[in-house]
């Protein structure tokens, strides 16, 4: 993310200053172990809103976590322009494809207000997954918690509830 | 009234010899009386006009087994010139009283051009005897009276026609393979409902007045003996042959609990591959008092009148509403139609809907036949729980706090109301601000509905989306002909209103604690007077949330309502769209995703949640899990409706009408039945 701006670098484990975990969804809540193993790897970043820093098809490389601020996921329509399919609050995770297979962006994300993120790079983020199983069982499953309910959400968004109708009963 | 007495006297059973039964058909002529009895007609038995006794289907009997009804002459012998010697009609006595087909109202534009809607006046009390009624018959005829006229609306076409009805039952004196009523408690033996009950002999009838009525055409028919003791005997023989032919046990014991524990048995798939949904078995149905009303216009649309016909929840449009049908197939109408005859009738009228007539049975082009379904699913049932008192026999205190609205509201009765302004919404949304005189509209609650009429078009179910002191507010969506014109009605138009229906949200369960308000769509419009209420007395409440979706930006209502809500300091609102272009800065996505930014919602909130049922169901789902209790989340149900008082039959959700016991339930009052498909 060219344009991002970092903050500050490897947060701190102090929960009182500011920049801290404390202040991180996910990362918070975790194992004290864990928690200060992803810190050391995890930098805050501030984007302004209106930029896009992923891009849909490119390869992730970065994990964040919202700290502060909102996010729209948007896909590329030729004949529509940029659709946003879902935003994200403080507590999301963005970028999740950075550790899935083939770690290549699924959408666009861009802020809609100023936002502030707690990030990992993905190669640093794979690799400890990789060799660090009490990080893994800690960290995995809030981001196939976060997968899967966009999975769900993703399904009633398609089912288009509000639709006028198709019949005619009237 | 005859004295005690003489009722005792009187009440001994003559002998009407059989060439005198011409004496009795005169007997109940007298005055002009109509007269109808069984005769032959296409190869059946059939109900129609009779002046003698040789349009009885004398020397014919009907044999009937699943799928199957043939006239076959009686055999040669004593017997052989009976009249009665058949046990059921292929059609009952209901084509007299509840016709197929009834003027309803008339809707018109008088030259001031304002809208009229007229309700036909019942017929006249037409002066009827029927000769030839069963056991059963009467006891579909008493379900009926419990249905259409026992309240709390009542059906003025049937109240009429049933007031001055004179009954001439037979007592069978055999009984059909498909005959069942000695399992259902109906018959043979008439118990009730029949001035004359008759049961025949060789050479005549053992016939005895049950009724002042009876026992006056008796005195007029005249010169009629005692039955001797010889004859009475050979009735009662009969009568008693015909039950041990028929047995007691066609039925398992308690098929309502049976039923409703067996919602999801296997054997509703496996009925569903025969069951071709023709409806028939709802056409021959002595019970069945579904309908619906078709409207005719001329061209120019200024005037329509409309006819409440039979309808069958066996058609693919019975539960079609905007968004499609909760019964989509076969399986799902088949089980509405027999837990609805064998259980859920027990809640809503303390009574079976299934009388044992067994017409279901040999008029099933397939051959179906409930008592070998209702068999199968007891073989392999799920056990069943003491579900407790059923509560048509035992009523429970309602669980709204707010009281049920639906008495003394006139079924048919509209009143004129006036556009005064109109407010395009959405493309396809518009409100209508309405003026109205109507005491008992304006003293609606938040929840209630209308039925709008206009003429040349159906009258839809709106709900009402604002009250102010001199009328209401109505916000349409175009999904059909009747929305579509109301949505372009413009200033200065008239139509014609019915309500207030229904029991609207108990906004009073929410004083003292949080405020939860979900809506999806279209939803927001009956939520809108929850918001004014809460508002106007915003002391009353906690903590105030709104939640709102809708399909795109565009599509939301009442958009500068909403931001100036959220400008409030004692209100949040949290807005969502399914799908936005880049232009839309607000949040994207389904509206449960809303509920995890805020923080505090749990035991001390009550919900009010509407929009399309599986949006409701998500959002009821996620509340449950931060803790609002299920008594205290209330949801309104969308479903077809033609009366909105309960007697049209279409909206039913289980043991409930949604039009009078909802359209508001909360999740505890639904259950399981919320989830659960083809309902």
């Known amino acids: 993310m060219p344009s991002a701006r970092r903050t500050g670098s490897s947060a701190a484990q102090d929960p009182d200053r500011p920049g801290s975990t404390a202040a991180v969804p996910i990362i918070a809540a975790l194992p004290a172990g864990p928690r200060r193993r992803l810190a050391a790897v995890m930098t805050r970043v501030e984007v302004e809103a209106g930029e896009t820093f992923m891009h849909e098809g490119d390869v992730t490389k970065v994990l964040s976590i919202i700290v502060r601020g909102r996010v729209a996921l948007r896909l590329r329509v030729p004949e529509r322009g940029a659709v946003t399919i879902l935003t994200l609050d403080p507590g999301d995770i963005v970028g999740w494809s950075a550790i899935v297979p083939p770690y290549r962006a699924t959408t666009s994300a861009a802020a809609l207000e100023p936002t502030e993120l707690a990030s990992f790079q993905a190669e640093e983020l794979r690799a400890i997954l990789a060799t660090d199983a009490e990080v893994a069982a800690a960290f995995l499953p809030a981001v196939l918690e976060t997968v899967a309910a966009r999975v769900a959400a993703t399904r009633d968004q398609l089912l288009d509830l509000f639709r006028g109708a198709e019949v005619d009963p009237w | 009234m005859v004295s005690g007495s003489s009722m005792l006297e009187s009440a001994a059973p003559r002998f009407l010899p059989r060439e005198r039964f011409d004496d009795l058909l005169a007997a109940l002529a007298a005055g002009g009386r109509r007269v109808v009895g069984p005769t032959i007609a296409d190869g ?26 043939r006239l076959e002459r009686l055999p040669d012998g004593p017997g052989q010139d009976r009249s009665f010697q058949y046990t059921v009609s292929g059609e009952g006595i209901k084509r007299f009283t509840f016709p197929s087909r009834v003027d309803a109202l008339t809707m018109e534009t008088a030259e001031d051009g304002t809208v ?7 017929p006249a009390p037409d002066a009827l005897a029927i000769v030839g009624a069963r056991a059963c018959d009467l006891a579909a005829l008493a379900v009926h009276d419990r249905v259409l006229v026992a309240g709390p609306a009542v059906d003025p076409d049937y109240a009429a026609r049933r007031r001055d009805l004179l009954i001439v039952a037979v007592e069978c004196g055999l009984a059909s393979s498909t005959c069942f009523c000695a399992s259902m408690g109906t018959g043979p033996e008439v118990t009730t409902g029949a001035d004359l009950v008759l049961n025949e002999l060789d050479d005549g009838f053992v016939v005895r007045a049950t009724t002042a009525a009876g026992e006056g055409v008796l005195a007029a028919i005249g010169g009629l003996v005692a039955a001797d003791a010889d004859r009475t005997e050979v009735a009662a023989a009969q009568t008693s042959a015909a039950r041990a032919a028929m047995g007691t046990t066609a039925v398992p014991a308690n098929p309502r609990d049976l ?108 051959g179906i036949d409930v008592r070998a379904e209702l068999g199968a699913i007891a073989e392999t049932a799920i056990p069943t729980v003491d579900s407790g008192p059923i509560p048509g026999l035992a009523p429970e205190p309602p669980a709204s706090p707010e009281p049920s609205a639906e008495t003394s509201i006139d079924p048919l009765a509209f009143s004129p109301a006036t556009v005064v302004s109109v407010t395009p919404e959405t493309a396809d949304t518009t409100t209508l601000r309405l003026a109205t005189d109507d005491a008992r509209i304006l003293a609606g609650r938040p929840g209630q509905f209308v039925m709008v009429g206009v003429p040349a078009f159906a009258i839809p179910p709106i709900s009402i989306s604002r009250f102010h002191p001199d009328g209401i507010e109505l916000t349409i969506r175009a999904a059909g002909a009747a929305t579509s014109f109301l949505t372009r009605l413009r200033r200065g138009a008239t139509l014609g209103l019915r309500g207030p229906l229904g029991r609207g949200w108990p906004v009073a369960d929410a004083a003292g604690r949080d405020v939860v308000i979900v809506a999806g769509g279209i939803g927001l419009a009956p939520l809108r007077p929850v918001i004014d209420a809460v508002l106007a007395e915003r002391d009353r409440y906690h903590d105030v949330r709104i939640y709102l979706g809708a399909r795109t930006p565009r599509d939301r209502l009442f958009v500068d309502e909403i931001d100036a809500l959220a400008a409030r300091d004692d209100v949040l609102v949290r807005v969502t769209v399914d799908r936005a272009g880049p232009e839309w800065l607000g949040r994207v996505g389904i509206v449960t995703q809303l509920f995890k930014t805020v923080r505090g919602t749990g035991a001390d909130a009550t919900a009010f949640i509407c929009g399309p049922e599986r949006m409701m169901s998500a959002t009821a789902d996620v509340l449950g899990d931060l803790g609002v209790p299920r008594q205290h989340l209330w949801l309104t149900l969308e479903r077809h409706m033609e009366c909105g008082v309960g007697l049209c039959g279409h909206c039913q959700l289980g043991t409930r009408f949604v039009c009078k016991d909802g359209p508001v339930f909360s999740l505890a009052e639904l259950g399981d039945d919320l989830r659960r498909e083809g309902l």
């Open chain 2, 259 to 366: 039923l409703l524990a067996n919602l999801d048995h296997p054997r509703w798939d496996a009925v569903a591959e025969r069951c071709i949904a023709c409806a028939n078995c709802t056409l021959v149905c002595p019970t069945c008092f579904c309908t619906g009303l078709e409207v005719k216009s001329g061209f120019d649309a200024a005037a329509s009148s409309a006819t409440r016909a039979w309808d069958s929840c066996f058609t693919e449009g019975f539960a079609q509403i905007a968004g499609g049908s909760f019964r989509p197939r076969h399986r799902d109408r088949y089980r509405q139609w027999l837990t609805h005859k064998f259980a859920t009738w027990w809640d809503q009228f303390g009574t079976s809907g299934c009388i044992g007539c067994g017409r279901c049975v040999a008029w099933c082009p397939v």
């Open chain 2, 44 to 69: 059946a038995i059939v109900f129609d006009d009779i002046s003698t006794s040789t349009a009885l289907p004398t020397g014919w009997t009907l044999e009937t087994s699943p799928g199957r009804a």
């Open chain 2, 116 to 122: 009229r809607v007229l309700v036909e006046a019942p």
